[in-house]
């Protein structure tokens, strides 16, 4: 997959230099896209799409929410890092995005910096374990022992290697010494299928994915990776409840340009995402779908991405985490 590949990326590059410099008068005068590097119905999807129709109102041109999963987000992300950097093109992208930084170092047809203008950081969502209901454990403690009697046999899923489920599940594996086998999936929703079915027993994902079937029952609530229940999900315990002290992780939802995109282009974009997601209605709903909203300026945002990018290549280091 990751043919798309040095040689698209090295062939924009005098198109991204040219529209550098472009002037984004009169823009946007056509359809901008978002590129969501996931299969539809995630938490990228549904974050993505929850934008861009407000947005495409303050813009005055469709949002058009494009699906493009294959090679742990980077198919997606690489389409982007290759368009002219026009205002017309963003990527959605979420933690694998900087943990490729460190799982394909020297083999990504662009860096997962420095290609991009950072836009917005979105939106956060903390982590919650789900377990299928065929599962004989409810609760951390129960898991923990399953797995423990049975290494290796416990499968977890995750939308993907590199993902933020996938690494959170790898940095508690560390923590507490268990054996389970990873199952990566192109995003969430087939994961999820085979969580329902019982082919995989556990997986780490967004409240907003795994709500309905928790309310359901098709899957049991095991703990928010968090520091305190969240108050739109009182009833799930946090895993430091369960025994697991000081355990947080979160999904995040960072907007992202291709490199010398203008920047009254990225600010304009960044200032509407703003506007919407802090929205009071706005943000009710996105708690009620498990989301805090964060609207963040390009500056902070390209901090934040840095500082995931050291983050995930300390959990990669200390739990060996390859892609071979």
């Known amino acids: 997959m990751l043919e798309l590949t040095r040689r698209g990326a090295l062939g924009a590059g005098a198109a991204l230099l040219a529209a550098g410099g472009a002037r984004a008068a009169g823009w946007p005068d056509r359809p901008v896209r978002f590129i969501v590097p996931y299969t539809p119905g995630g938490t990228t999807d549904v974050a993505a799409r929850f934008v861009a129709e407000p947005l495409s109102r303050a813009l005055g041109q469709p949002v058009v929410v494009e699906n493009r999963p294959g090679a ?84 977890y899923g995750s939308s993907g290697i590199g993902a933020a489920a996938h690494l959170t599940m790898e940095d508690l594996q560390t923590r507490t010494g268990v054996q389970m086998t990873h199952i990566p999936y192109r995003g969430t929703a087939p994961a999820l299928q085979d969580l329902i079915s019982g082919n995989i027993g556990v997986m780490f994902d967004s409240y907003s994915s795994l709500r309905a079937q928790f309310e359901s029952g098709s899957v049991k ?85 840095r500082g995931e990018v050291d983050r995930w290549a300390k959990v990669i280091t200390a739990a060996n985490v390859t892609v071979e």
């Open 72 to 155: 742990n987000s980077i198919v997606g992300a690489g389409a982007v890092a290759a368009s002219p950097a026009d205002g017309y093109s963003f990527a959605v992208v979420i933690g694998a995005h900087a943990a490729n930084a460190t799982l394909y170092k020297g083999k990504l047809p662009f860096d997962p910096v420095t290609s991009f203008a950072p836009v917005s950081l979105m939106m956060l969502a903390p982590l919650v374990m789900g377990a299928s209901a065929k599962m004989p454990f409810a609760d951390l403690p129960g898991m923990l022992a399953y797995a423990r009697a049975r290494p290796g046999a416990l499968n």
């Open 221 to 305: 609530p095991i703990g928010f990776a968090s520091a305190a229940r969240p108050a739109w999900a009182p009833e799930i315990p946090t895993l430091a409840e369960g025994g697991l002290a000081d355990f947080v992780s979160s999904t995040w939802c960072l907007l992202l340009a291709p490199a010398n995109t203008p920047r009254e282009i990225v600010a304009r974009v960044s200032a509407e995402v703003a506007k919407i997601v802090k929205d009071p209605a706005a943000a009710e709903r996105l708690r009620n779908l498990g989301f805090d909203a964060v609207g963040s300026t390009p500056e902070e945002a390209g901090v934040f991405l």
